[in-house]
């Protein structure tokens, strides 16, 4: 009973100290979960805002490009003008080009103080007619980089949608054109993003940015066009386009963040982060921008310096110190354990007789280096080790002069191996290796020089003690068993084959 009770005496100050532990790092663990929990909430409250805005944005925009084209393109001579030049010959199209643009400029230059972009028209085939813009650009088969003109010629109705063009990207209104009830070809209504950020930022104090992936550009816009373009301050995979102005004052905060925010960039979809700069908060939100097939293209970003996030950080900050305060005084009654069971530790992971790392703690040692080979490539490989003809030698002279053999091997082994060389024993006379970034030519190499010592050492009370060794090299993506049972299988050739020897898998 004295026993008993000194025994759970013993555990009790351990057990006491873990639990205290455990329930400090569950307390701080629910504190963090709570504090992004509520970050991500408050984020995503800002991310929905600003997606009421631009969805609000896009629309009060699609109704003043449905009234231009009502009101001035959807008129008799200006489709009578485009259906004339798609019956021409193409070399025979340019009166009707000139004549067409001379009827619209009065209305284009009006429309420029608007932020207006493109007023651009387009064949049936969606080869490009006219761009008011860039009136000496034409002839180009646009099918292939507009989606927007290639729905509306082919489908024949109005087409709504963000997309990149050959000079200008923006939020797209493409309306197929008739005349006379034959379809001639569409015209693109549309606005530039430097619009539509005007009219966000007189809903808001926010400051916008506009960013495209970098890719896009370069696989769409006219080459001479691309210096419409300039690298983002946030990612080199973004550009920045200059026709929008950005505020200066916040590049430096950009770049900041830019290692912070690469992988939210590569996963993609909307996000957001509040970033401390110059003593004040700063809510950074991006918004994704997608295309008419779905995918994601381009980011609208706001900053804005941020008031409400300061409450989040007080309360973590809270928790934060008396959950310190804790840690300080379990530490202290940690340490007093641990020396404690530092001794139980040692004996947990070691072979009392050969003071060799144990099965379970070679098992532990083994799937952590065959876990780094998968992760970076590199060989592993497995010795597995047997003494000759054990049995008899215990059977003849007893178990105690079995222990000795055991722990002379042992030594023999010790000092025949590399320093990177893991060694264990694996149970009664077996003993097994370990040897990272060896491939299976090295380790046999290895194995014979061991199997070579224990002979010239002249061990045992016959003086002619051998061991015999298999040799495996890890093939990913196998685990250790299968590893240890090619080995193992080697170690029975080398048996069969008259012992004394090292046999490789195959």
């Known amino acids: 009973m004295k026993a008993a009770g000194g025994k759970t005496k013993g555990r009790f100050p351990a057990l006491y ?11 701080m663990f629910a504190a963090g979960l709570d504090h992004r929990a509520r970050k991500q909430t408050y984020i ?59 009827l619209m400029l009065p209305l284009y230059e009006r429309l420029e103080s608007f932020d207006f972009r493109q007023l651009h028209f387009h064949f049936p085939d969606s080869v490009s007619f006219l761009r008011m813009h860039s009136p000496d650009f034409f ?42 009830n034959e379809h001639c070809g569409s015209v693109e209504v ?45 990612s080199d995979d973004y550009l920045f386009d200059v026709a929008i102005k950005n505020r200066q004052e916040d590049e430096r905060l950009f770049y900041s963040m830019r290692e912070g925010i690469q992988g939210l960039l590569e996963a993609g979809g909307d ?18 921008i997608r295309n008419l097939h779905g995918d994601e293209v381009a980011y609208l970003v706001t900053c804005d310096q941020d008031q409400g996030y300061r409450q989040l950080r007080s309360d973590f900050l809270s928790y934060s110190a008396i959950g310190t305060i804790g ?50 490539g590199t060989a592993t490989a497995l010795i597995m080790l047997d003494i000759d003809d054990f049995k008899r030698i215990n059977d003849q002279y007893g178990h105690n002069q079995g222990d000795v053999v055991l722990r002379a091997v042992a030594r023999i082994l010790k000092e025949s191996l590399r320093v990177t060389d893991e060694l264990g024993r694996w149970g009664g006379e077996e003993f097994i290796v370990l040897l990272p970034n060896t491939v299976a030519a090295a380790a046999l190499s290895v194995a014979g020089k061991v199997v070579s010592a ?50 490789g898998s195959d």
């Open 17 to 27: 100290v873990a639990s205290a532990v455990l329930m400090f790092s569950l307390v």
């Open 44 to 102: 995503d409250e800002h991310i929905e805002l600003l997606t009421s805005r631009l969805d609000a944005t896009v629309k009060s925009l699609e109704t003043f490009s449905r009234y231009v084209f009502e009101v001035s393109v959807n008129r008799p001579e200006q489709l009578g003008l485009v259906s004339s030049a798609w019956r021409e010959h193409p070399e025979a199209r340019a009166p009707y080009r000139d004549r067409l643009y001379e």
């Open 139 to 180: 002839g180009d088969d646009l099918s292939g980089v507009r989606e927007s003109v290639r729905l509306a010629n082919s489908e024949l109705r109005r087409v709504t949608g963000f997309e990149e063009g050959r000079i200008f990207n923006g939020y797209r209104f493409v309306y197929p054109l008739f005349f006379e």
């Open 190 to 234: 549309s606005f530039s993003m430097g619009s539509f950020i005007s009219v966000l930022e007189r809903l808001s104090d926010c400051a916008y940015l506009f960013a495209i992936k970098r890719s896009l550009v370069e696989a769409t816009v006219f080459e001479e066009k691309q210096g419409n373009y300039v690298p983002s301050w946030f």
């Open 271 to 288: 996000f957001g982060v509040v970033i401390r700069w110059n003593h004040h908060d700063y809510r950074v939100l991006f918004k994704s």
């Open 327 to 376: 840690y300080a005084v379990l530490t202290v009654l940690l340490y007093l354990v641990i020396r404690e069971r530092r001794k139980l530790k040692l004996m947990s992971t070691t072979d009392a007789l050969t003071g060799l790392s144990n099965r379970r703690r070679f098992i532990e040692l083994t799937e952590t280096e065959l876990g780094r080979s998968r992760r970076y």
């Open 454 to 503: 224990v002979r010239d050492s002249r061990l045992g009370p016959e003086a002619s003690l051998t061991i015999s060794a298999g040799v495996a090299e890890y093939r990913r993506p196998e685990g250790m068993e299968a590893l240890v049972a090619r080995a193992d299988a080697a170690l029975y050739q080398a048996k069969s084959q008259g012992k004394n020897r090292a046999i």
